[in-house]
């Protein structure tokens, strides 16, 4: 087992790796930028070492910089967290050259699944249905109408290397598509550095479900079940649950067996997540592979028991799961809301500043994920989530009143955060009857 690990990551997630860690008896080196010197959760950490600037790319995403500071502080492996470098290939591929271990799955295995034209190739390879679309990237604008065409509108572009909800543009016609062609292109070249396109036919009102897996070295791969992130705003997830509701037994089976198929047509090891969208009549089509561990990875922990973290590190390690598929047995229901600063009513604007007074909620069945602490100062050059509250009880029903009661005991001061909007889901009626698509929270705050 590795003795020292380094956290390429910061706030939340560098928290949650550092409590795994502790409780393995694993030290620990985080890394920071200037921005986040002197955050609470770096004490809890054995060394900490500064990577650079504010800026995540001239620290957080600095390859030769993580590296140094893997060096320096003398560590066997690196978690890389979720964002930032974790889906990086190359960065996994430099920390096999350099001998450090790299805390998910193989750089090859992450190539395969990583850019989303090509892991819907491999979808397809593995008898996993994807959304009708084009086989390829598309060439030309022109191509895009006659692909379009061909699928029926309302088409949905697509940028190959696109991820958090950017570079995706709907059309509804060929007048729309030239827009949107032009659109989706520039912003994927501006977000991702690739302008590669690809369309689907863009499915109404569909669900979010997600399966989550994980897998060791020798060939063991097994999934935890489903997570539903239906609960989205602008393509971003905004509360996440499991089991989904309203999910036939039967298709909720074949998704999880189409979710391993395809992690070992791509010889993933790991924890992973393979996504889907669900249609109006229970079909399911994959839509892409994330290949590291999600921010809403501990409802998936709380239904199975399984702590998602400590087994990256198990089998990064070469250990074998020493789990197989029956032991895995979904208990009850958990739900995640991720608690940002943003203020939902300036149409969600990022609220970075210092929290006067935070006070997290307890109780049966609460869990707060959060590196967040009265006189933290929230950074305005990072992803605004402060929290992640997370609830777990015998039934849906249940865990919806645990989720209220819990909500309106948090209390975050000095800054705006999501709660509200939380608040006014989880108090909605379609959502307690599960009636719940990716276009209820707009709809619902349209209202
Ligand atoms: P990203 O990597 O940017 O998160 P995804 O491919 O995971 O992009 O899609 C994000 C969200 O966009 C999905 O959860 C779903 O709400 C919506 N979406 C994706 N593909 C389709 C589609 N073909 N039709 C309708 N909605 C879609």
Avoid at 110 to 132: C, F, I, Q, W, Y
Avoid at 193 to 211: C, D, K, L, S, T
Wanted: glycine fraction near 8%.
């Amino acid at each position: 087992m590795f003795k020292r690990i380094l956290i390429a990551n910061r706030g939340e997630i560098a928290l949650r790796v550092i409590r795994a860690c502790r409780e393995m008896g694993i030290e620990t080196v985080a890394i920071f930028s200037e921005a986040d010197r002197g955050a609470p959760y770096l004490e809890l950490a054995d060394e900490t070492i500064c990577v650079g600037p504010a800026r995540a790319a001239d620290s957080y995403l600095r390859i030769d910089r993580v590296i140094s500071a893997a060096e320096i502080g003398n560590v066997q492996a690196i978690h890389p967290g979720y964002g930032f470098l974790s889906e990086n290939s190359h960065f996994a591929e430099v920390c096999r050259s350099c001998d450090i271990g790299f805390i998910g799955p193989t750089p090859e295995a992450m190539e395969r699944v990583g850019d989303k034209n090509s892991a819907r190739a491999l979808a397809r390879e593995a008898g996993v249905p994807t959304v009708p679309g084009s086989d390829g990237l598309i060439g030309s604008e022109q191509e895009a109408v006659k692909v379009a065409r061909e699928i029926g509108f309302p088409v949905l572009l697509k940028a190959t290397a696109g991820g958090g909800g950017k570079g995706m543009r709907v059309a509804a016609n060929d007048l729309s598509l030239a827009s949107a062609w032009q659109q989706a292109s520039a912003e994927a070249q501006a977000a991702f550095g690739n302008a590669g396109i690809y369309i689907e036919r863009y499915v109404e009102r569909p669900r979010h479900v997600e399966i989550q897996i994980l897998g060791d070295q020798h060939g063991n791969i097994v999934h935890l079940w489903e997570r539903d992130c239906s609960t989205q705003r602008r393509h971003q997830k905004l509360i996440e649950e499991s089991p989904s509701p309203r999910l036939p037994q039967e298709t909720r089976r074949k998704m999880c067996e189409a979710a391993v198929r395809l992690a070992k047509t791509a010889g993933y090891f790991s924890a992973g997540t393979v996504e889907f969208i669900v249609d109006q009549q229970d079909n399911f089509y994959f839509i892409e592979v994330n290949a590291r561990i999600q921010v809403e990875h501990p409802v998936s922990e709380m239904v199975t028991g399984i702590d998602l973290v400590k087994a990256q590190i198990r089998v990064a390690a070469g250990e074998k799961l020493g789990l197989v598929q029956k032991d895995i047995v979904a208990h009850g229901h958990a739900i995640e809301c991720r608690i940002n600063a943003e203020d939902p009513a300036a149409n969600f604007r990022p609220c970075p500043g210092r929290i006067e007074r935070i006070v997290a909620p307890g109780g049966f069945g609460v869990r707060w994920d959060s590196h967040a602490t009265t006189g933290y100062v929230v950074p305005p050059h990072y992803d605004s989530l402060v929290g992640k509250l997370i609830v777990h009880q015998p039934t849906r029903r249940e865990a919806i009143d645990t989720m209220i009661r819990a909500l309106k005991e948090l209390r975050i001061e000095g800054i705006k955060t999501t709660v509200p909007i939380h608040l006014e889901v989880l108090t909605n009626t379609a959502f307690h009857e599960a009636q719940v698509d990716t276009t209820f929270v707009e709809r619902m705050l349209a209202k």
